[in-house]
T-cell receptor, first 114, second 117 residues
Framework: DTEVTQTPKHLVMGMTNKKSLKCEQH?????MYWYKQKAKKPPELMFV???????INESVPSRFSPECPNSSLLNLHLHALQPEDSALYLC?????????????FGPGTRLTVT | AQKITQTQPGMFVQEKEAVTLDCTYD???????LFWYKQPSSGEMIFLIY??????QNATEGRYSLNFQKARKSANLVISASQLGDSAMYFC??????????????FGSGTQLTVLP
């Protein structure tokens, strides 16, 4: 099973709302990633969790708050977002370590901030 | 720092013909990996093919092959017998230096491929 699932598929939220994105994988991967992608652009890395610990935060604003409750789950909590945060949010997972393991991506959540 | 360059923002190919998508890279690492991903309009990033820097043979996966020329630092994707379902954005990516025990992908800017009937 090489599936990464993400919920919801679409999300519309106001600038004062609090919402969460959820990502789940059951491939036994111990590294999980959040990316932000604007239309016609490559994904931009936001956060990396390795063995349930935050290992990379690419200077993401604090209105985005990641959480890794266990090795299969990754959440992204959203609060007080701006319209420019509207984008496709992709989750991915892989095996960490020295091997060049491919990252498996979920289908993404299309976020619109009004 | 790692850098991936895709110089073709858009490409057109006739159905059933072969097409080559260009990718060049820059890295100071001796050991690295190169990937190609396909992203249809639905948004999901689909892993297509991987090439390790020490692999002597070019990688192949079904209709996809990777033309790896290490001295030129190029890793072009060749799609044979194009199908209408191949229409999508294609990203070349590289595994960069490990940070802790997690690896980071550096993406190129992408090539939008359109297959014509």
């Amino acid at each position: 099973d090489t599936e990464v699932t993400q919920t919801p598929k679409h999300l519309v939220m106001g600038m004062t709302n609090k919402k969460s994105l959820k990502c789940e994988q059951h491939m036994g991967h111990r590294a999980m990633y959040w990316y932000k992608q604007k239309a016609k652009k490559p994904p931009e890395l936001m956060f990396v969790y390795s063995y349930e610990k935050l290992s990379i935060n690419e200077s993401v604003p604090s209105r985005f708050s990641p959480e890794c409750p266990n090795s299969s789950l990754l959440n992204l909590h959203l609060h007080a977002l701006q319209p420019e945060d509207s984008a496709l949010y992709l989750c991915a997972s892989s095996n960490p370590g020295e091997g060049a393991y491919e990252q498996y991506f979920g289908p993404g959540t299309r976020l619109t901030v009004t | 720092a790692q850098k991936i360059t895709q110089t073709q923002p858009g490409m057109f190919v006739q159905e059933k013909e072969a097409v080559t998508l260009d990718c060049t890279y820059d890295t100071s690492d001796q050991s690295y990996g190169l990937f190609w991903y396909k992203q249809p309009s639905s948004g999901e990033m689909i892993f297509l093919i991987y090439q390790g820097s020490y692999d002597e043979q070019n990688a192949t996966e079904g209709r996809y092959s990777l033309n790896f020329q290490k001295a030129r630092k190029s890793a072009n994707l060749v799609i044979s017998a194009s199908q209408l379902g191949d229409s999508a954005m294609y990203f070349c990516a590289m595994i960069s230096r490990p940070s802790g025990s997690a690896r980071q992908l550096t993406f190129g800017s992408g090539t939008q491929l359109t297959v014509l009937p």
